[in-house]
């Protein structure tokens, strides 16, 4: 079994910068894919940004220029540098990682962008 573990969640004002940071742990086979999404109030779960082992990573149109996601492979890692926040990317942010096939979610943190 594998934990996925976030942090770095929290209200930060518009224009403001924020980073989570997540880590995966347990019984990890070989991790490709690391990845984070979120789900705005009312609405569904959509992808924000996922990072492959190799390095290769692809973004919502909505946050491209303003994120930035890298990884840790050596921790087992994956952060997200959010810059110019706007009110809309308030939501709950989950971190995704892929191991040997399997999807595993953490339990997810809540970022609010608000003045």
């Known amino acids: 079994q594998v934990q996925v573990v976030e942090s770095g969640g929290g209200l930060v004002q518009p224009g403001g910068s924020l980073k989570l940071a997540c880590t995966a742990s347990?019984?990890?086979?070989?991790?490709?894919?690391m990845g984070w999404y979120r789900q705005p109030p009312g609405a569904q779960r959509e992808l924000v940004a996922i990072?492959?082992?190799?390095?290769?990573?692809n973004y919502a149109d909505s946050v491209k220029g303003r994120f930035t996601i890298s990884r840790d492979n050596a921790r087992n890692a994956v952060y997200l540098q959010m810059s110019s926040l706007k009110s809309e990317d308030t939501a709950v942010y989950y971190c995704?990682?892929?191991?040997?096939?399997?999807?595993?979610w953490g339990q997810g943190t809540q970022v609010t962008v608000s003045s």
């Open positions: 995704l990682t892929t191991d040997n096939g399997a999807n595993y």
């Open positions: 990072i492959l082992r190799s390095g290769s990573t």
């Open positions: 347990g019984s990890i086979f070989s991790i490709n894919a």
